[in-house]
């Protein structure tokens, strides 16, 4: 069975730093591009960075988190990353891992999700 389990939301304050966490298990997780994507109420859901499969040399980030977000992944622990910093009320969100082919938005696989919140 596919699982994707996210941890490491909370409420931050503006300026802050978080570190999301993102489990998974089940399939191939060295094999696969993985991808952060994020929704609040209202809006669709937002791509926000992807890694490629296996080294994870190659990452892309949305505009709004180029310079604050960093992608990474830990094949030997099977473990996504998202380390983000000075982030901002518009952060605020739930955060969710997912997994698919190739460099953009398009999933196969996705967590439930954490939520981010930025206010003071």
């Known amino acids: 069975e596919v699982q994707l389990v996210e941890s490491g939301g909370v409420l931050v304050q503006p300026g802050g730093s978080l570190r999301l966490s993102c489990a998974a298990s089940?399939?191939?997780?060295?094999?696969?591009?993985m991808k952060w994507l994020r929704q609040t109420p209202g809006k669709g859901l937002e791509w926000v960075s992807v890694i490629s499969a296996i080294s994870g040399e190659l990452t892309l980030y949305t505009d709004s988190v180029k310079g604050r977000f960093t992608i990474s992944r830990d094949n030997a622990k099977n473990t996504l990353y998202l380390q983000m910093n000075s982030l901002k009320p518009d952060d605020t969100a739930m955060y969710y891992c997912?997994?698919?082919?190739?460099?953009?938005?398009?999933?196969?696989?996705r967590g439930q999700g954490t939520q981010v919140t930025v206010s003071s």
């Open positions: 997912a997994a698919g082919p190739g460099m953009n938005n398009v999933y196969s696989f």
């Open positions: 089940g399939f191939g997780f060295r094999d696969w591009a």
